[in-house]
């Protein structure tokens, strides 16, 4: 079975904080995804990455895909309160199902 | 503006009513999808479907159903609701079955059973 464990589970900062949110298999994914899912909505995809090592950045979020494929991670800089969400990362395979991570809840504070 | 519709976003009912949770959805995507979340946390597949006909069971175990008459639409029954049953549900579509393609979410409905 494969699992997608994200760390930290809770992160609590101030505005203007830079923070590092972690997504871990020991599973091969071809992709991964990274939604952020705000208070009473459904998540909302950022990004994807299909290339080991591969780096995309959206304005102050930096994503990165792990040479093996098997981690991602998630770079916040300068956070904002308007980043509070939760970030769920999920990975794709040659299954027709994507796997979604166990998520990590960011709240800023201003 | 979303383009994947639930309704309702909240519910309220007493134990072993019927449900019917909506999903629909004006991409035109053929594939749609059923999630159960606790608040907060991870999303579990409870249903999808590859296009009308077509329904699957996910990885959570659920007694709810669902069904796909038609490209647009996929409701989601509970016959006899249960107090284990309140969740938060979202529904979801993507525009092919390839991993890459990405997920376009609903904002979910809410259920709550007292």
């Known amino acids: 079975t494969q699992l997608l464990e994200q760390s930290p589970q809770f992160l609590s900062i101030q505005e203007g904080e830079n923070l590092t949110v972690y997504c871990n298999s020991s599973?091969?994914?071809?992709?991964l995804q990274w939604y952020r899912q705000e208070p009473g909505e459904g998540p909302v995809l950022l990004v994807t990455v299909v290339t080991g090592g591969e780096v995309k950045k959206l304005k102050r979020l930096t994503f990165q895909f792990g040479d093996a494929r098997k981690d991602s991670s998630l770079h916040i800089t300068a956070a904002q309160p308007g980043d509070t969400g939760l970030y769920l990362c999920?990975?794709?395979?040659?299954?027709?199902?994507?796997?979604f991570g166990t998520g990590t809840r960011l709240q800023v504070f201003p | 503006e979303a383009d994947i519709y639930q309704t309702p976003r909240y519910l309220v009912i007493g134990t072993g009513k019927k449900i019917t949770l909506e999903c629909s959805q004006t991409?035109?995507?053929?594939?749609m999808y059923w999630y159960q979340q606790d608040p907060g946390m991870e999303l579990h597949l409870i249903h999808y479907?590859?296009?009308?006909?077509?329904?699957e069971k996910g990885d959570l175990s659920s007694e709810s159903t669902v069904s796909r008459i038609r490209t647009e639409h996929f409701p989601l029954t509970l016959e006899s609701a249960r107090p284990s049953h309140t969740s938060q549900y979202l529904c979801a579509s993507s525009e092919s079955y390839f991993y890459n393609s990405p997920l376009h979410f609903g904002n979910g409905t809410r259920l709550t059973v007292t």
């Open positions: 991409m035109g995507h053929d594939k």
């Open positions: 479907s590859y296009g009308v006909n077509s329904t």
């Open positions: 599973s091969v994914f071809s992709s």
């Open positions: 999920a990975g794709g395979s040659n299954t027709d199902k994507l796997i």
